[in-house]
């Protein structure tokens, strides 16, 4: 069977900065409060009419082009979205007209903050059973069409953008790829996180929305235990059973959620600091959209080169977690 390795990546975010600051101005919040209780300076925010699908297809293209590949071949395309353009058609679809890559299929992934995790092990399978030779797995998200900028324990985390990458095959000689993943949901965590009207169970009405209902609800405290308890813990696991430590690890790439739920796996994982990736003061919690991020920001500082052990992690709602452990 080959290995799937990621082969190119491509990210976006709308230029539109919303600063700390100027969510002063919105809630009854303060710089000093967000700074401490998240890391998070600032987040993109998109135009009106900026789409899922316009952000996604913005990445693609650019990671097909990093990779050397042409739209044309592209077999499959993969979105993890919270946020699509609409309820249907997929998000994927309106990628594959948008980036021109008549030949491919595609569908959505719906799981949150852990979606581009679990794209990348969906994607991967296609490489690895050889069904495919160009998998497209994206994660973005607008989080700003779902955020009630009046709720301030919630409207000052999220951030809209992400990215994409590009999934080929590795060569036979190739010491990179995929390695190994767990990923696990617990779905008694689902009221905790989630955005209560528009599906089945409240259809949209006038109600919903005065109730505003439409927004994301997020109880911080509850989320917030269990990412600080379940990152560690799947880290640890898929580490010990692939007779690692995390100091066997050179890259750790966690689901930028808050500072301090980042800051706690690493100590858990006994690993120095600087062999993390954080760019959550730039670009907020962007949902499915902040592993790919953070995996540019890692290329372009130099953190992150081939031949590294990679550790990526991700908490999110459902609720949802995951690890996988790759070579870069
Ligand atoms: O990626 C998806 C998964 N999501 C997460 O992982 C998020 C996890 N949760 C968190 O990151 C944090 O719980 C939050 C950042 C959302 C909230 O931080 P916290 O430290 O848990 O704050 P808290 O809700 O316990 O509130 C502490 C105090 C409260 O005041 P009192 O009751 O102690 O007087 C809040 O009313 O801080 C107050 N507060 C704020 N104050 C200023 C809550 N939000 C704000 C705010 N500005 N924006």
């Given at each position: 069977m080959a290995k799937a390795k990621v082969k190119s990546i491509g990210t976006a975010v709308p230029p539109k900065v919303l600063s700390n600051?100027?969510?002063?101005?919105?809630?009854?919040?303060?710089?000093?409060?967000?700074?401490?209780?998240?890391?998070?300076?600032?987040?993109?925010?998109?135009?009106?009419?900026?789409?899922?699908?316009?952000?996604?297809?913005?990445?693609?293209?650019?990671?097909?082009?990093?990779?050397?590949?042409?739209?044309?071949?592209?077999?499959?395309?993969?979105?993890?979205?919270?946020?699509?353009?609409?309820?249907?058609?997929?998000?994927?679809?309106?990628?594959?007209?948008?980036?021109?890559?008549?030949?491919?299929?595609?569908?959505?992934?719906?799981?949150?903050?852990?979606?581009?995790?679990?794209?990348?092990?969906?994607?991967?399978?296609?490489?690895?059973?050889?069904?495919?030779?160009?998998?497209?797995?994206?994660?973005?998200?607008?989080?700003?069409?779902?955020?009630?900028?009046?709720?301030r324990q919630t409207c000052i985390i999220f951030g809209d953008g992400g990215g994409a990458a590009l999934l080929t095959a590795t060569e036979s000689d190739d010491e990179v790829g995929f390695i190994d993943f767990i990923h696990e949901v617990d779905g008694s965590g689902g009221d905790y996180l989630c955005l209560p009207a528009g599906g089945s169970k409240l259809p949209a009405s006038h109600e919903t929305v005065d109730q505003r209902k439409h927004f994301v609800h997020q109880e911080g405290k509850v989320v917030f235990k269990y990412a600080t308890r379940k990152m560690p813990e799947l880290c640890v696991k898929l580490l010990e059973r692939n007779g690692l430590t995390g100091d066997d690890v050179d890259v750790f790439i966690p689901h930028q959620a808050n500072l301090r739920i980042i800051t706690s796996a690493v100590e858990r994982l006994k690993m120095p600091m600087d062999r993390v990736v954080v760019n959550i003061d730039q670009f907020g919690n962007t949902t499915a959209g902040t592993l790919p991020l953070a995996i540019e920001s890692a290329v372009q500082r130099g953190q992150l080169k081939k031949g590294d052990l990679v550790l990526m992690a991700t908490v999110g709602a459902g609720f949802s977690a995951g690890a996988m452990l790759l070579r870069w």
């Open positions: 600051f100027d969510l002063e101005k919105m809630v009854d919040t303060t710089n000093d409060w967000i700074v401490e209780r998240t890391g998070i300076h600032q987040r993109h925010i998109a135009a009106p009419g900026v789409t899922t699908s316009d952000l996604s297809a913005e990445a693609a293209l650019k990671a097909l082009e990093a990779g050397g590949v042409s739209p044309a071949d592209v077999d499959l395309i993969i979105v993890a979205t919270i946020t699509p353009d609409m309820y249907l058609p997929a998000t994927a679809c309106l990628v594959q007209d948008k980036i021109g890559s008549k030949k491919a299929w595609g569908f959505d992934m719906s799981i949150a903050c852990s979606g581009f995790l679990y794209a990348m092990q969906v994607g991967g399978q296609f490489i690895q059973s050889g069904a495919h030779k160009n998998v497209v797995v994206i994660g973005v998200d607008v989080m700003s069409s779902i955020i009630d900028y009046t709720d």
